[in-house]
């Protein structure tokens, strides 16, 4: 905490920034202990938030711009990167369609949408001035909410903070390994559960292509949404597009004399 003191308001702003950038580095502990110290007296409270919205604007307007220039090669580089690669452009495109770009305002709160909103605002042709209305609003209620919890309970967390400080190399394991390994842990087992779940329900492609090589007669529906083609345009051959919206609608279209694949991602 005494380094936090010294420190603070750069501590800050780097890690605000590096989570924004996709980063595995979750902001919000120190979020927290910049609200306790701003309780103290090394920080002043107006000044951490101002910091904190300032290293989250920096990351989404990088991100913005990269996404209106790059395109689907942005967006296919952070679903690498994304701890939920499956569903990292779905989750945040079906709330953008939902609800616009109102959705900034809570983005930040949802692990999976925060990495993509920004680009794919940019990459979704949002005005740029409508985007920094929306994006500033979230920074603030995000970073506020968070500084403010801290400054609320700074009792509780100097308790934490006397407690580690016996051992100095525990505070810095747990913010700099502890917190970001744990999250990164957690996700992949979350990820890992979700594919065994749905495995057995999953056709192999390598069987897919057998059975079009051997003249089977086969419908395949690609059930993507319009925005899940940008980090990948590739489509299938002779495919029939429908999306979930459409698909009570159009079931009369497909064919009942043949195996049907529905490919969704």
Request: net charge positive.
């Amino acid at each position: 905490m005494r380094f936090l003191a010294q420190y603070g308001y750069l501590v800050l702003l780097t890690w605000v920034f590096a989570e924004q950038l996709a980063l595995p580095l979750p902001a919000a502990p120190v979020m927290l202990a910049a609200g306790a110290l701003a309780r103290h007296g090394p920080l002043h409270l107006a000044a951490a938030l101002m910091v904190a919205v300032t290293g989250c604007l920096a990351g989404d307007i990088f991100w913005f711009y990269a996404g209106r220039r790059g395109g689907s090669k942005v967006l296919n580089f952070i679903c690498r990167i994304s701890l939920e690669p499956d569903s990292c452009v779905r989750r945040t495109s079906n709330a953008i369609e939902k609800y616009g770009p109102k959705s900034l305002l809570v983005a930040k709160f949802i692990p999976g949408i925060n990495a993509v909103a920004a680009p794919l605002a940019g990459a979704g042709g949002v005005a740029w001035p409508t985007f920094l209305a929306y994006d500033l609003l979230g920074a603030i209620v995000w970073c506020g909410s968070f500084i403010a919890t801290g400054y609320i309970f700074h009792a509780e967390l100097a308790a934490v903070t006397l407690w580690l400080g016996r051992s100095a190399w525990v505070l810095v394991v747990v913010l700099l390994v502890g917190i970001p390994a744990g999250y990164i842990v957690f996700k992949h087992r979350q990820r890992k559960r979700f594919l065994r779940e749905i495995w057995t329900e999953r056709v192999h492609p390598v069987d897919v292509l057998r059975q079009i090589e051997a003249g089977e007669a086969l419908t395949i529906i690609d059930l993507r949404h319009p925005l899940d083609f940008l980090p990948d345009p590739r489509v299938l051959p002779s495919a029939l597009r429908i999306t979930p919206d459409e698909f009570d609608a159009r079931f009369q279209e497909i064919p009942r004399d043949r195996d049907v694949i529905l490919y969704c991602t």
